[in-house]
């Protein structure tokens, strides 16, 4: 997958916040760039108040690891970069160090298609400090859009309940990249195809679509357009029904349908894109029905979303197939996941991890310090709670006890030995080598399914989702109340002496 040089004809290391530059600048000054580092990607709340997330993206972390690199145009621009009197930003010795930089980190990522939770690491970077840091913008960049369009078009597919998704999304999408991403994690998220060609020709998503108004418009009348097309795509007509009066238009495409059927065809079906979906599917399937084409499929459009498809649904809409864009492809109603990139522990000069925490008033943002990963325990194929916890620590099978990391009085215990378990953080990359074999699309598809699958419904409710227990192990609790308490105690102490 090289989407990402296909794009942009050039090396993609500079996609970084200026930040990252300098702080990358100011730890090579202070001989701090080759400290040994740990930091987790992870994000803190669901979006669209849901239940659960899907992780999409690590193709493209992927690929932007492998092209790790400053290239010479890339050390061009930032030797040329000043300070306000004029002094070069970075030193010469420092753009020799970019120059010789070679991507050396372990990279231990969820795999795509992996239904996620809050506050468990969604990828964990271990590596030389300069490194992890230059990677937090790229990856939060990609992570927090794919997961986020996953997770939308996730909502869609639960909403639709089996029927096909139909991602319509291109012409509102945000920009090029947005889009080409879009279809992607809208794809992995269970949508059916995408009506954006390079989508199909870049990932292999499966490329669909009917018709537009303008169609229609650009004949004298309806019928003849129907004719017309049905003429060019005999095998797959799906009228559009409702340029100008709907019900005329269903009565048009039952007109056509049964002059394909003279000729040994059959119409696919019809579009309707305005008025109320409803009654308008409702009044086309009967139509549809009696005059023989009980097979003809009913497609509705027109700024559909999960709410709308629910509503529908109850309406007992007899629509068979959805087409979703722009608020699938711009999540519409949160149009950002809030994920973040936090240093969890660094090593010391004697070689000894400390584990960090960044505290807050908010426990919320109080981050889960230490080399820690996740466990996900299964009952018969069901996700029952993730655990995080501590790498090195043994976990014991007779119980362990998973505490949330907001409130500690919430607690699941549970007994290992019953359950199945997956190790959800999985070696990516080792020392800067790639060592993981990445699944085609059509596999991470497969995956988000099988684990949307292993997700009780009640999780999935899209308004007032029930909670799915996420916390941490007892060890790592105590070591991050431990860190939590000390650097407190510390900062009363200092607050005493002054
Ligand atoms: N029966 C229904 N129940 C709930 N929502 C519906 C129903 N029928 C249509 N909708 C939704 O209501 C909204 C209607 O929007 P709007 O009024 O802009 O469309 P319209 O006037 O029918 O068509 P146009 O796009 O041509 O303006 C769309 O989001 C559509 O998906
Ligand atoms: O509504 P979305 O979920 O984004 O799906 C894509 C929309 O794009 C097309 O029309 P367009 O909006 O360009 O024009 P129209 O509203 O006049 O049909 C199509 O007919 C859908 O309505
Ligand atoms: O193929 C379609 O019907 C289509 C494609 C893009 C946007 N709206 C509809």
């Not at 079906?269 to 009044?283: K, N, P, T, V």
């Not at 227990?469 to 007892?474: A, D, H, S």
Request: glycine letters at 6%.
């Amino acid at each position: 997958m090289k989407i990402t040089k296909d794009l942009y004809q050039s090396n993609l290391v500079l996609l970084t916040d200026f930040y990252q530059l300098t702080m990358a600048y100011a730890y090579w000054k202070a001989g701090k760039g080759e400290q040994e580092a740990v930091f987790n990607l992870f994000f803190r709340k669901h979006p669209f108040q849901g239940g659960f997330s899907l992780a999409a993206g690590l193709d493209y972390v992927i690929d932007y690891c492998k092209n790790f690199r400053f290239s010479g145009t890339d050390l061009d621009y930032l030797a040329q970069m000043k300070n306000q009197d004029g002094s070069p930003v970075f030193e010469v010795g420092f753009l020799d160090y970019l120059k010789n930089l070679k991507f050396s980190c372990d990279i231990d990522a969820v795999e795509e298609g992996t239904v996620v939770f809050p506050n468990a690491p969604l990828i964990r970077v271990r590596g030389p400090l300069i490194q992890c840091q230059l990677l937090e913008t790229p990856l939060l960049n990609i992570i927090n859009f794919q997961t986020l369009i996953a997770t939308k078009a996730a909502r869609i597919n639960v909403a639709a309940n089996g029927a096909p998704v139909l991602e319509f999304g291109l012409r509102r999408a945000q920009g090029i990249d947005g889009a080409l991403a879009a279809s992607r994690a809208a794809y992995i998220g269970g949508c059916t195809s995408t009506s954006n060609v390079m989508a199909g020709k870049l990932f292999g998503i499966p490329v669909s679509g009917t018709h537009a108004h303008s169609w229609i418009m650009s004949f004298d009348t309806e019928l003849e357009a129907f004719e017309a097309y049905a003429e060019a795509f005999p095998e797959k007509c799906v009228f559009l029904v409702d340029t100008y009066d709907t019900i005329q238009g269903i009565k048009n495409a039952i007109k056509v349908g049964e002059i394909l059927r003279e000729k040994g065809k059959e119409m696919v079906g019809i579009r309707i894109d305005s008025g109320d979906l409803a009654y308008f599917s409702i009044q086309a399937r009967q139509m549809l029905d009696e005059a023989g084409f009980p097979e003809a499929k009913i497609v509705a459009s027109n700024d559909l979303d999960e709410q709308i498809i629910t509503s529908l649904k109850t309406q007992e809409a007899a629509i068979d197939v959805w087409g979703v864009g722009t608020k699938l492809v711009t999540a519409y109603d949160q149009p950002a996941l809030g994920a973040v990139y936090k240093l969890s522990a660094i090593k010391d000069e004697k070689g000894k991890w400390v584990p960090k925490v960044k505290v807050s008033q908010q426990s919320l943002k109080i981050n889960i310090p230490g080399l820690h990963n996740v466990k996900r325990y299964y009952s018969k194929d069901k996700a029952v709670a993730d655990m995080i916890y501590l790498e090195e620590e043994e976990i014991n099978p007779r119980g362990v006890v998973i505490i949330d990391p907001i409130d500690p009085t919430r607690r699941k215990r549970l007994m290992p030995a019953f359950y199945s378990e997956e190790v959800l953080l999985k070696p990516i990359f080792k020392e800067g080598k790639l060592i993981y074999s990445i699944p085609s699309l059509e596999k991470i598809r497969e995956r988000a399914a099988q684990q949307l699958e292993s997700l009780d419904k009640t999780h999935k409710r899209l308004v007032n989702p029930h909670l799915y227990p996420v916390g941490l192990e007892e060890n790592l609790h105590h070591l991050r109340m431990e860190l939590v308490l000390k650097s407190q105690n510390f900062e009363n102490e200092k607050n005493e002496q002054e």
